[in-house]
């Protein structure tokens, strides 16, 4: 599995808006995951969105509503639109792409194979 790579990060006022993109490999005829991931100093890497192949994507609570991710099969691109920012959402963003041979809900499964990151600056 070749390596993602992130882009699109920056540093914006609260309340703007980024929209990141990861080249990123999917599994052709297969279901597969795909997520954002962010990690501010000091935290845990935690899961932000989740792309599911065959189903509905999904949100951590924090950014419901004001994130959205998506993905573009031909330019094999994940996306992760991010708007309304806030100073708690400032991190290093990073995506991921797994196999869901079992077809279990994304949020449960192990991500590994992570790029360089994009990092996102949010300043009041």
């Known amino acids: 599995q070749v390596e993602p790579v992130e882009s699109g990060g920056g540093s914006v006022q609260s309340g703007g808006s980024l929209k990141l993109s990861c080249l990123v490999s999917?599994?052709?005829?297969?279901?597969?995951?795909q997520a954002w991931f962010r990690q501010a100093p000091g935290l845990e890497r935690e899961g932000v969105a989740y792309?599911?192949?065959?189903?509905?994507?999904t949100y951590a609570e924090s950014v419901k509503g004001r994130f959205t991710i998506w993905r573009d099969v031909y330019k094999n691109t994940l996306f992760l639109q991010m708007n309304n920012l806030k100073p708690e959402d400032t991190a290093m963003y990073y995506c991921?792409?797994?196999?869901?041979?079992?077809?279990?809900?994304?949020?449960?499964?192990?991500?590994?194979?992570w790029g360089q990151g994009t990092q996102v600056t949010v300043f009041s």
């Open positions: 991921a792409s797994v196999p869901n041979y079992s077809e279990s809900s994304c949020r449960d499964r192990p991500y590994f194979n």
């Open positions: 999917g599994y052709p005829g297969y279901r597969y995951c």
């Open positions: 792309f599911d192949n065959g189903s509905p994507p």
